[in-house]
């Protein structure tokens, strides 16, 4: 799920897009549009929950500059599955997912198409990947196992479609954002099946990081698009399992540069939790993010500040 | 004119009477009111086929306890209660 405030930075990253050049886009979509400080406000607080008007005006303008390299179909029959797992009222709709899944099997066998068996098998994960909390809060250890396996072999099979329709078609080639997703999906899987308190000494997570290169990849991205505060916290909590001091600042330094108010580690952006509410920064905080650090971030940039208004 | 007045007036009074009578009701003697099923129908065991799909989700909602105490292998949907992802799960991207 690409949060909007990512989107909006992503639009305004484009050549000639200022404000008024955005506004005037939105206008396009919608005959009410969005006030520019609305706008500007979203723009800058990552904690901001955008209203379904605002939502939907930058959805649209961001497909249309930003167009989906995977078939529009299976894009929407994902979005139909994400409907369906939150839906708490249908009381029976492991049923339904089942069919789905049985279903989307059935057409992975037959497709041909590298990006149509990278959509596929991306949505055979999520399917699995969410039945991932169900069976690890329950304690049940063989079906979470299973679970785990095969969404990590279907993002695999999903990246590796990607590749070959790169190598194959170089002039329409997918973006590295969608190889970087995939891979992300990976690692959560390695992530969430290992209850929080035991992540911090998991072999198989550690292992993973270290050969995925997890790290350098987060940077790579970030270096591409700074905005995304997303891949800067997850860089910060693998940097804290890692007990990596120089990657914590690096990624801290990140969140402050997108925000100022990650400096206050209790700070909650949209959907998340704060940093010190979250086990997985707990070694961080304790040896590198402590008050005296984080003040001294604060004071730099403040410096830097006055520096470029002189 | 003035019976028919007052005629309507008491009809009307004994309406709101049979309403509020109603409502103020104890859940029992509501209940009384609805037959309850034939007992000669499920001691014989009638071979009328049940409504599968309603007894099914009234087994979801009531059994998921009980089989967990038990300690069997409950079902997903049984589950999905306990399915919250923790406060600090990697979400996924698609």
């Not at chain 1, 179909?73 to 369906?84: A, T």
């Not at chain 1, 099979?157 to 070959?164: D, L, T």
């Not at chain 1, 997890?214 to 890692?242: C, D, H, M, V």
């Amino acid at each position: 799920m690409t949060i909007v405030f990512n989107k909006i930075h992503r639009l305004k990253q484009q050549p000639g897009w200022t404000w008024d050049h955005f506004l005037t886009e939105m206008d396009k979509c919608s005959v009410r549009g969005v006030d520019e400080k609305t706008l500007y406000s979203h723009y800058r607080e990552p904690h901001k929950k955008p209203n379904s008007q605002l939502e939907t005006l930058i959805n649209q303008l961001h497909g249309d500059c930003f167009p989906a390299p995977f078939p529009e179909e299976l894009n929407r029959l994902m979005r139909l599955y994400n409907h369906l797992f939150n839906c708490k009222k249908h009381i029976d709709k492991e049923k339904d997912i089942q069919d789905l899944e049985f279903f989307l099997q059935q057409q992975c066998e037959r497709e041909v198409e590298w990006l149509r068996v990278s959509r596929l098998n991306w949505l055979l994960g999520n399917i699995a990947f969410d039945r991932i909390p169900l069976y690890r809060n329950n304690g049940m250890r063989e079906p979470l196992d299973w679970c785990k396996q095969s969404a990590i072999n279907h993002y695999q099979k999903s990246v590796s479609a990607i590749e070959q329709h790169n190598g194959k078609y170089p002039q329409a080639m997918v973006g590295a954002s969608h190889l970087y997703k995939a891979r992300h999906n990976i690692l959560a899987c390695y992530l969430n099946v290992v209850p929080q308190a035991k992540r911090g000494k998991d072999a198989s997570i550690i292992h993973y990081l270290n050969v995925s290169n997890y790290i350098a990849n987060s940077k790579q991205a970030l270096e591409a698009e700074p905005f995304q505060w997303t891949i800067a916290r997850n860089g910060l909590r693998f940097s804290s399992l890692l007990e990596n001091d120089s990657d914590v600042k690096y990624f801290i330094s990140a969140l402050a540069n997108i925000s100022r108010r990650f400096l206050n580690l209790a700070y909650q952006p949209l959907n998340h939790g704060a940093l010190n509410e979250g086990e997985d920064f707990h070694w961080a905080i304790e040896n590198v993010l402590t008050s005296d650090y984080l003040a001294s971030i604060e004071m730099k940039m403040k410096k830097n500040n006055r520096g470029k208004r002189s | 004119m003035r019976k028919r007045r007052s005629f309507i007036l008491l009809s009307a009074i004994a309406f709101l009477l049979l309403i509020a009578g109603c409502a103020s009701a104890p859940e029992g003697t509501v209940d009384e009111h609805v037959p309850a099923p034939e007992p000669s129908l499920q001691s014989i065991g009638s071979s009328e086929p049940k409504n599968s799909a309603e007894e099914e989700s009234l087994l979801l909602e009531d059994s998921a306890t009980e089989i967990e105490s038990q300690g069997a292998v409950p079902s997903a949907d049984m589950l999905h209660k306990k399915s919250e992802p923790q406060s600090d799960d990697m979400e996924r991207l698609d």
